[in-house]
């Protein structure tokens, strides 16, 4: 549990590397047959180390130094089923399934868990290979997939950013060009292509087809990954700088990963600068309201609806969020209720209306985004503490989150946890 009272940001925080993009190049290495796949700039989070843990199942092992860097062993990675519990810890260990497919022709996955944000079926992933040609069994547990590759064309009937890597890693094991139609164009997935593109895999792509040409990458032992800044990292430090009425200078970050969110946070009226990979925020007291649309990538991203969702509260009228991602990611609005939120959800759409905040309140972090947002909450509250019960599904995603927080100078205090280690937060 943490305790959170009313703070102004100021100061300078640096992004972490991309969680997301983790994943997928973890996918990337195993799919090329790399016996060493080396990912530098990742952030050492608790979903990190569960795909960690699924690679250790799977028969590799790795290290990890210092630096962020790690490396993974992957010469005695056979198709293995997985421990269930294990894999249901997280959403990006699902890229295992095409991976695996890639590499063996065979993989065996329970199904994958993750933050609980509303329904998140696989059944694109399976639609995926099975369009490859895949022989894929459903179980009630999860799927298991053999085979060789026929197929040379996936339509995905939805955008799916993990079900567009999956395909892709799939299509790495093709001897022929893989379509794929209505793929997801997350800065993740960019990210998986250049990682492939590195190794010889070629790529074309237009707004709704991705082309995929495997026929000439290379058979490497060693591959070497470095990780974008997280740019869900870097939107929620400027919401909570604009929330907070703070002035943070943001370093690490690619702004035009953040293309949206910095448009929707100009027309609010907060001041930005951007200046190659520093963004400056100036936040005040109150802000134009907002309709945003949280959608696929380019648009609004879905990870940042909770907590904008906090600063549209200091808007000087009704502002509107319509989640068509995720419909059911409302949990945060019932806790912010609970602190005074004058906020509607209808069908889709998220309606927040001007509201102060009061502290005081425990209110409960059901999600990794959903923590982060009542933070921001707990910053911008007047009287008391607010108590974050389960704050610490933050560590999912957020690498030494009240680490940075602190040293913009937000005042806090952590209880202590049962078999928690003494952790300091570096000023
Ligand atoms: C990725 O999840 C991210 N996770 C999520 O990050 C992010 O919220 C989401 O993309 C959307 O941007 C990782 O990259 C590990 P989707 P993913 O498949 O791939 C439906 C965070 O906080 N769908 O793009 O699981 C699904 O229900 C998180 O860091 C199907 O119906 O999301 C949703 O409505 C949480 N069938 C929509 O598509 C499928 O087979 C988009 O989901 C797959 C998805």
């Given at each position: 549990?943490v305790?959170?009272l009313?703070s102004?940001l100021?100061?300078?925080?640096?992004?972490?590397g991309?969680k997301n993009?983790?994943f997928p190049?973890?996918?990337?290495?195993?799919?090329?047959?790399?016996?060493?796949?080396r990912?530098?700039?990742?952030?050492?989070?608790?979903?990190?180390?569960?795909?960690?843990e699924i690679?250790?199942e799977?028969?590799?092992w790795?290290?990890?130094?210092?630096?962020?860097?790690?490396?993974?062993?992957a010469?005695?990675?056979?198709p293995q089923?997985?421990?269930?519990?294990t894999?249901?810890?997280?959403?990006?260990?699902?890229?295992?399934?095409?991976?695996l497919l890639a590499?063996f022709?065979?993989?065996h996955i329970?199904f994958?868990?993750g933050?609980?944000?509303?329904?998140r079926p696989?059944?694109?992933?399976i639609k995926a290979?099975?369009?490859?040609?895949?022989?894929?069994?459903?179980?009630?547990?999860?799927?298991?997939?053999?085979?060789?590759?026929?197929?040379?064309?996936?339509?995905f009937?939805?955008?799916t950013?993990?079900?567009?890597?999956n395909a892709?890693?799939?299509?790495?094991?093709?001897?022929?060009?893989?379509?794929?139609?209505?793929?997801?164009?997350e800065?993740?997935?960019?990210?998986?292509?250049?990682?492939?593109?590195r190794?010889g895999?070629?790529f074309?792509?237009?707004?709704?087809t991705?082309v995929?040409?495997p026929?000439?990458?290379?058979?490497v032992?060693?591959?070497?990954?470095e990780?974008?800044p997280d740019?869900i990292?870097a939107?929620?430090?400027?919401?909570c700088a604009?929330?907070?009425e703070g002035k943070?200078?943001i370093?690490?970050?690619i702004s035009?990963?953040i293309g949206k969110v910095?448009?929707k946070?100009?027309?609010?009226?907060?001041?930005i600068?951007?200046d190659?990979?520093e963004i400056?925020?100036?936040?005040?007291?109150?802000?134009?309201?907002?309709?945003v649309?949280?959608?696929?990538y380019p648009?609004f991203?879905t990870?940042?609806?909770?907590?904008?969702?906090?600063?549209?509260?200091k808007?000087?009228?009704?502002?509107?969020?319509e989640e068509?991602?995720?419909?059911e990611r409302?949990?945060?609005?019932?806790?912010?209720m609970?602190?005074?939120?004058?906020?509607?959800?209808?069908?889709?759409?998220?309606?927040?209306y001007?509201?102060?905040l009061?502290?005081?309140?425990?209110?409960?972090?059901?999600?990794l985004?959903?923590?982060?947002?009542?933070?921001?909450?707990?910053?911008?509250?007047?009287?008391g503490?607010t108590f974050?019960?389960n704050f610490?599904i933050?560590?999912r995603?957020?690498?030494?989150?009240?680490?940075?927080?602190?040293?913009?100078?937000?005042k806090?205090?952590v209880?202590?946890?049962?078999?928690?280690?003494?952790?300091?937060?570096?000023?």
């Amino acid at each position: 549990m943490v305790f959170l009272l009313k703070s102004y940001l100021k100061g300078e925080v640096k992004i972490s590397g991309s969680k997301n993009a983790f994943f997928p190049a973890v996918g990337a290495g195993i799919a090329l047959g790399a016996k060493v796949i080396r990912i530098r700039n990742t952030p050492l989070v608790r979903d990190v180390h569960v795909m960690l843990e699924i690679i250790s199942e799977l028969g590799g092992w790795y290290s990890i130094n210092d630096k962020n860097e790690i490396v993974i062993y992957a010469e005695e990675l056979s198709p293995q089923t997985i421990d269930r519990e294990t894999f249901s810890k997280i959403r990006g260990g699902v890229v295992i399934f095409g991976a695996l497919l890639a590499r063996f022709g065979k993989a065996h996955i329970p199904f994958p868990g993750g933050c609980k944000i509303g329904k998140r079926p696989i059944d694109q992933h399976i639609k995926a290979a099975r369009s490859l040609g895949f022989y894929v069994e459903e179980e009630p547990d999860g799927v298991k997939a053999h085979g060789d590759i026929k197929g040379t064309k996936i339509s995905f009937d939805i955008k799916t950013v993990t079900g567009t890597e999956n395909a892709i890693l799939m299509a790495i094991r093709s001897e022929r060009e893989v379509e794929i139609h209505n793929y997801a164009r997350e800065p993740e997935v960019q990210e998986l292509i250049k990682y492939l593109e590195r190794y010889g895999v070629r790529f074309m792509m237009d707004e709704n087809t991705l082309v995929v040409d495997p026929r000439y990458r290379k058979h490497v032992d060693e591959v070497d990954f470095e990780l974008i800044p997280d740019r869900i990292e870097a939107g929620t430090f400027i919401i909570c700088a604009a929330s907070t009425e703070g002035k943070v200078k943001i370093k690490n970050v690619i702004s035009e990963h953040i293309g949206k969110v910095i448009e929707k946070m100009k027309e609010a009226g907060v001041k930005i600068r951007v200046d190659n990979n520093e963004i400056e925020v100036e936040g005040c007291r109150n802000y134009e309201p907002l309709h945003v649309i949280a959608d696929s990538y380019p648009d609004f991203p879905t990870d940042l609806q909770p907590q904008l969702t906090v600063m549209l509260m200091k808007a000087k009228g009704k502002s509107v969020i319509e989640e068509r991602v995720f419909p059911e990611r409302v949990s945060h609005v019932y806790e912010l209720m609970k602190m005074g939120a004058n906020i509607e959800v209808s069908g889709n759409k998220i309606i927040i209306y001007p509201s102060e905040l009061h502290g005081g309140e425990v209110v409960e972090a059901k999600d990794l985004r959903s923590a982060a947002s009542l933070v921001i909450a707990g910053l911008t509250a007047d009287g008391g503490p607010t108590f974050i019960r389960n704050f610490e599904i933050i560590e999912r995603g957020y690498e030494n989150f009240l680490g940075k927080i602190q040293k913009l100078g937000a005042k806090f205090y952590v209880e202590e946890r049962e078999g928690m280690k003494d952790v300091s937060y570096p000023a």
